[in-house]
């Protein structure tokens, strides 16, 4: 099973990233844009899995979730992976609530340790993939291309999530989710 661990968006703030995606594509030809209700942060991609391994990751969840307390995460900007120059990826970034977020991948990627998965090679970079230039074109960016203008939502708990890859895109499933539970301040 193609497995995940990601930050849900509320339904307002992936309308409100809709909207933006739907006022850039004309000047993006080329791109894959992610369908509103495919929007979320990636936390940590782990892969196909065994149904044997949800369990512990389950547990890996529950037990980082159980450490945090909700928080306020603020999106705004746009940027390019690997850079503006050669775009692969099109992505709204965090402003408020980034370090947070560090912190609960880097809790993550402690946890996950313990049942033998490797960490990753690259750094986290916080993001929400909004395109993805598709294979073998080559994008320009425009010069007047607006920003998306900051939003900010509460982040509250994390979800394992399934995804099956189809000819028409993605489809992603909640296997489970982990309420954040720590009363006191991070």
Not at 167 to 176: L, N, Q, V, W
């Amino acid at each position: 099973m193609r497995t995940f661990i990601a930050v849900e968006i509320p339904k307002e703030i992936r309308q409100a990233v809709g909207e933006y995606i739907n006022s850039i594509k004309d000047c993006m030809k080329d791109v894959k844009w992610v369908e509103p209700q495919n929007l979320h942060f990636t936390i940590k991609f782990l892969g196909e899995l065994k149904n044997s391994d949800i369990r512990n990751i389950k547990e890996c969840v529950e037990n980082v979730a159980n450490e945090f307390s909700p928080f306020a995460l603020g999106l705004s900007d746009t940027g390019f992976f690997p850079s503006e120059y050669k775009p692969k990826v099109v992505w709204i970034g965090v402003d408020s609530g980034k370090d947070t977020l560090l912190d609960l991948y880097q809790d993550m990627e402690r946890c996950f340790e313990q049942y033998g998965f490797d960490r990753e090679a690259k750094t986290f970079s916080p993001h929400l993939t909004i395109g993805r230039v598709k294979k073998f074109m080559k994008v320009t960016v425009p010069d007047n291309l607006p920003d998306f203008e900051s939003v900010m939502f509460t982040v509250s708990r994390l979800a394992v999530m399934k995804s099956t890859l189809t000819p028409e895109g993605p489809i992603y499933e909640k296997i489970s989710e982990s309420e954040f539970k720590n009363s006191q301040a991070i």
